[in-house]
């Protein structure tokens, strides 16, 4: 049964209407029945599973996010022709992918919180975590079986085997000294880029788009999705715990060199680069993260929210190539609405 896309306003309709709403919340209104469809089927699937571990999925689920991949997924359905329920299908798919991968960030982080509740793993340990995003994993794959084209269930496949390529890499060069910034937008390409990527190529493989408006969707869905992973990779830094309502300040507690630390360790002088170093590693990060967030840091995380910035800012314009219509406005607004979270942590 088809679900037929809302017309909707232009992009200059979306940023005239509901002015009380966020950025992100009036885009969100272009496909806002199908994805309470994509919240109502992603809340049934606790019940696929065994009854002894239902409540444990739901837990893992239940918390309500930004539902970002889903919105790509449905918006590059609807601009590139009707929205169906092999899209809202594949929005439910690619949000389960990127839960079961939460799961398991939030135990290799130690994090206590997330979505303003605890992590599964502080609740319930490591070992009953790891199974669970197992599970949420192989459900994920299994749901992408009942697609007719098997290429569409092949492609998830290789997306979740580049998600997990790339936290193994990232895991790999945790307290990696000679780490650089290519290497880091590699890594960010892969465990990040690549699912927003697959939601936006798909979801015009559902609408049976041409080859040319298949692939720029998917080129707009790995800048959008790297952007986002840098966003939170300077939220991690700049941000508030109380506002964000998860735990923040894990990548460098952890390792993980992620863009700022990277902008800053390039530029910094031998003795400020030592010395960062030496924090970094007797565990002291919060002493650096303070240094990059009162401009101490050489810009730092100014120039990492520029470099995202930017790649937004490519990734729309790759759009002009699409015939327009409110969904492609809607994609463009996605990344206006990403540029302005972004600003929001130069303050």
């Known amino acids: 049964m088809e679900i ?3 017309s909707g306003p232009g992009r200059t309709g979306i940023k005239a209407s509901a002015s009380s709403l966020t950025p992100l919340a009036q885009v969100t209104q272009l496909v806002r029945p199908q994805l309470d469809q994509v919240e109502e089927r992603i809340i049934k699937q606790a019940t696929a599973f065994d009854p002894a571990i239902e ?67 502080a609740r319930w340990g490591n070992s009953l975590s790891v199974l669970l995003g197992d599970c949420l994993f192989a459900h994920a794959l299994t749901l992408s079986t009942n697609f007719e084209n098997a290429d569409i269930s092949r492609a998830i496949a290789r997306t979740a085997s580049e998600i997990c390529s790339g936290e193994m890499i990232q895991t790999q060069r945790r307290f990696d000294l000679k780490l650089e910034v290519e290497d880091y937008l590699r890594i960010v390409e892969m465990k990040t880029g690549s699912l927003f990527a697959a939601a936006a190529e798909l979801g015009a493989t559902i609408s049976q788009a041409d080859a040319r408006s298949t692939e720029i969707l998917k080129t707009f869905g790995m800048r959008i999705g790297t952007a986002y992973q840098i966003y939170d990779d300077c939220l991690d830094i700049a941000g508030n715990e109380g506002t964000t309502g998860k735990t923040l300040g ?98």
């Open 4 to 6: 037929s896309a809302r």
């Open 55 to 121: 409540g444990y999925v739901t837990y893992a689920i239940g918390g309500r996010g930004k539902r970002l991949r889903p919105l790509v997924a449905l918006l590059a359905g609807g601009a590139t022709g009707q929205i169906n329920t092999g899209h809202v299908d594949l929005a439910v798919i690619v949000e389960l992918i990127h839960v079961a991968t939460l799961v398991h960030d939030d135990i290799m982080d130690e994090a206590e919180r997330r979505r303003a509740q605890p992590t599964v793993n």
């Open 250 to 347: 894990t990548d460098l507690r952890k390792g993980k060199f992620t863009l700022p630390i990277l902008i800053f360790l390039r530029a910094a002088s031998e003795f400020e680069r030592e010395r960062s170093c030496s924090l970094i590693l007797e565990g002291k990060c919060d002493e650096v993260s303070q240094m990059l967030k009162n401009g101490a840091g050489n810009g730092a995380l100014s120039e990492s929210i520029t470099t995202a910035n930017d790649l937004i800012r490519s990734a729309q314009a790759g759009m002009k190539a699409l015939r327009p219509n409110a969904h492609t406005e809607g994609l463009l607004g996605l990344g206006d609405a990403l540029r302005a979270m972004l600003e929001q942590l130069r303050t």
